[in-house]
């Protein structure tokens, strides 16, 4: 029997969650000041592609690397929003100068290839190395014939998966990264409650589960397996470097199966493919958490925002208003040439913050940076500075009292439609028992 789904995935992110589209992405995070915030655009649709990335086996390969860039992009950039812009090293910063290219680019890069690394040490090169270890303790003569060659990759691949699952429960013993797991549920339920033919509310998504047989962590454990079976057909050299250079050559081979593999049992529902990913469904137990409502009206939010651009390419993309170091807003306006007092009393009229408390201004909203730039060009007076930051305070406000509103009357309105449910069942019950008698 086929499934209903939806070409709609997500990601995780810090206080937020991604989701990605036919035709755009949307990114929803919560503020510190509790406000939803969301940073939007358009994406190119996968028939509008290169035949190559959209032919099978190959597609997998450019959506395993393409998804991988594109979600330290996306975690780092949800990052900027809660946590404001951690200072780049001063080889990040080398780098972007020498180069020409932009920071942000640099320190993302950096990220994607210690995390490369990193993986690569703990998923192929730390299995490799305890499996030798397990050879030459019990004296395993591993040419002795094709039987005993698939065997020790067998073994490799099963010690493979054990610190793949260790390492998934461990993480998930974090604070931090848990907050992660239970906005991963959030957008489990919202994506299956709009499967479901549901309308996208709290209540409704709350009601579904936190797995689901499209994520990424089913799509990790289906690549567990489908490498130990490719990697069986390699044989097994007894040096552990030719066998570790083989293993990352086949990389895309495995995660180009593997793709085409998940997105075939995500097609059906029947006691053989729920057989198949049920193990990948139970290691979704610790990758998801059970997410309070304010997760899920996050999830709602950006799901909610691809929904709508797919269906209509003339809606606006949209910007995360994020945090700047207060030292880089200051280089920016010292560049004007503006004095040293000068750019204490913009930093300030633009925070709203006493000039006796500039020390402990720590990050400026990039809005207000461009309206001290302006102001330190002449291009606005003082007076209009001090008015347009009113402006965006007021707005800020306005939208923190209205989402405090809209809660408050959802929740008074899911009060009320209990208490009408509760009075028609003890109508309908007195009713029955008049008839009784």
């Known amino acids: 029997m086929r499934k209903k789904s939806v070409g709609i995935g997500g990601q995780a992110v810090i206080e937020g969650v991604m989701m990605r589209g036919k035709r755009s992405m949307a990114t929803a995070v919560r503020d510190e000041n509790g406000n939803i915030v969301v940073e939007s655009r358009y994406i190119k649709p996968a028939e509008e592609k290169n035949f190559l990335f959209r032919a ?50 640099v320190v993302m890069a950096i990220s994607v290839l210690v995390g490369v690394a990193l993986s690569l040490g703990l998923f192929f090169f730390l299995p490799q190395l305890i499996t030798t270890g397990i050879t030459q303790l019990f004296k395993i003569d591993t040419q002795a014939n094709v039987g005993v060659q698939i ?27 848990r907050r992660v797991y239970m906005y991963h549920g959030a957008e489990h339920k919202t994506i299956s409650c709009y499967e479901h033919d ?17 994520c990424g962590t089913t799509f990790m454990f289906i690549t567990m397996v489908v490498s130990v079976l490719i990697f069986s057909l390699t044989g097994w050299s007894s040096q552990l470097w030719v066998r570790f250079l083989i293993r990352i050559a086949l990389i895309p081979v495995v995660s180009g199966v593997s793709y085409e593999v998940l997105k075939f049992l995500a097609k059906f529902d029947n006691p053989l493919v729920r057989a198949l990913k049920a193990p990948g469904l139970l290691l979704q137990k610790f990758t998801t958490r059970q997410p309070d409502d304010s997760m899920v009206e996050v999830a709602i939010v950006a799901f909610k925002t691809v929904l709508a651009m797919d269906e209509d390419p003339t ?52 809005s207000r940076i461009q309206l001290m730039l302006k102001a330190a060009k002449g291009e606005i007076s003082d007076e209009e500075l001090e008015r347009e930051v009113g402006k965006l305070n007021a707005e800020a406000e306005q939208k923190k009292t209205a989402n405090a509103q809209e809660t408050v009357s959802e929740q008074a309105s899911e009060a009320d439609s209990k208490e009408d449910q509760t009075q028609k069942e003890a109508d309908r019950n007195a009713d029955g028992g008049d008839g009784d008698r």
């Open 56 to 105: 099978p086996f190959l597609r997998g390969i450019f959506s395993f690397f393409g998804t991988m860039v594109s979600g330290v992009g996306t975690l780092m950039r949800s990052g900027e929003v809660f946590d404001g812009e951690q200072e780049p090293s001063k080889v990040e910063k080398w780098f972007a100068r020498t180069f020409k290219v932009d920071v942000f680019s």
């Open 151 to 177: 065997g020790m990759n067998f073994l490799e691949g099963f010690v493979r998966m054990l610190i793949f699952v260790g390492y998934i429960a461990l993480t998930s013993l974090i604070k931090d990264i």
């Open 198 to 214: 549901l309308e996208l509310t709290v209540e409704n998504a709350q009601k579904m589960t936190t797995v689901h047989d499209r």
């Open 315 to 366: 809606i606006p993309e949209q910007t995360f208003d994020t945090k700047l170091l207060k030292r880089k807003a200051v280089e920016e306006l010292k560049k004007t040439g503006v004095s040293d007092d000068r750019v204490k009393e913009l930093v300030c009229k633009a925070t709203g913050v006493p000039v006796e408390e500039y020390d402990n201004i720590s990050h400026v909203r990039h």
